[in-house]
């Protein structure tokens, strides 16, 4: 049999009969309490308190902010998307970008709650874009925080105007299956920049990238982090003033005695 131009391959349509989209059972979404907790801390403050407690692997490599305006940053619950390799018999030929409402991309875009932050596994690929205008206007009319995307996306200057903040390796004129690429799964654990995310984690991301926070973690080091930071802003008076590096940074010894003297008085 030859179908859509290729040997032996079956109709448009059967990707849904033979695959999915699948997803996971139904997971727990953080908090208001717990996001607003880890509201002010930085990924940065946040990747090093993890590794701390022993989790090293949370900084999702790759993505950087598609807006480039100071001060970009997101921290809400991820819902994630996985993208697996196109294979022929599978999922193939001329009716692919209209199949793609019945995969995973579509479905999960439609649970979209708000504040929830999409994570979505690509590969790294530079030819599929996983996302572009439409699909980012949903989103955002859905009432999402943002999105990390170890991949491309496209339509560029109209995703820009959106104003959905954004973490991507790069920009495709290709639509999300028109490579080598298929959106598979949706709410399942995923792999994404070298890290694990699965639905439920807490991201956080500003210029210096996307890390995944650990529900069960996210407490603690919000707790810890806002201390921390505090510390490292009385170090940085401390330093425009003219004080010594090794007095002030990191925080120990007579400067921290001094650190804890001036909250006492506060």
């Known amino acids: 049999m030859t179908t859509n131009g290729h040997v032996g ?3 448009t349509g059967v990707y849904e009969t033979m695959l999915g989209p699948a997803h996971s059972s139904p997971f727990v979404r953080p908090g208001a309490g717990l996001v607003d907790a880890l ?3 930085s990924a940065a403050t946040a990747c090093a308190k993890l590794h701390q407690m022993g989790i090293t692997r949370t900084f999702i490599d790759g993505p950087v902010p598609l807006h480039r305006e100071p001060g970009v940053r997101i921290t809400g619950g991820a819902v994630t998307l996985q ?27 439609e649970s979209i709650r708000p504040g929830d932050v999409l994570v979505v596994s690509a ?3 530079h030819f599929t874009g996983c996302l572009g205008d439409m ?20 339509d560029a200057e109209r995703v820009r105007a959106l104003g959905v903040p954004i973490w991507c390796t790069g920009v495709t004129p290709h639509y999300a299956s028109q490579a080598e690429l298929f959106p598979s799964a949706f709410n399942v654990p995923v792999g994404v920049g070298g890290t694990l995310v699965t639905p439920g984690d807490l991201i956080v991301a500003d210029e210096d990238g996307a890390v995944v926070v650990p529900q069960r973690s996210a407490l603690a080091v919000a707790e810890d982090a806002l201390l921390h930071q505090d510390r490292e802003e009385f170090a940085r008076r401390r330093l425009d003033e003219g004080g010594r590096l090794s007095d002030y940074y990191p925080l120990t010894g007579a400067g921290l005695a001094e650190y804890l003297a001036a909250r006492e008085n506060d």
């Open 9 to 11: 391959a079956p109709e």
């Open 39 to 41: 509201a002010d801390v």
């Open 83 to 109: 993208f697996l390799p196109q294979r022929e018999d599978v999922f193939s030929g001329t009716g692919q970008e209209d199949a793609e409402r019945k995969t995973a991309l579509w479905a999960v875009l």
């Open 123 to 125: 590969q790294a690929s």
């Open 135 to 154: 699909l980012v206007r949903y989103f955002k009319l859905r009432g999402g925080a943002g999105i990390v995307v170890d991949g491309r996306v496209r």
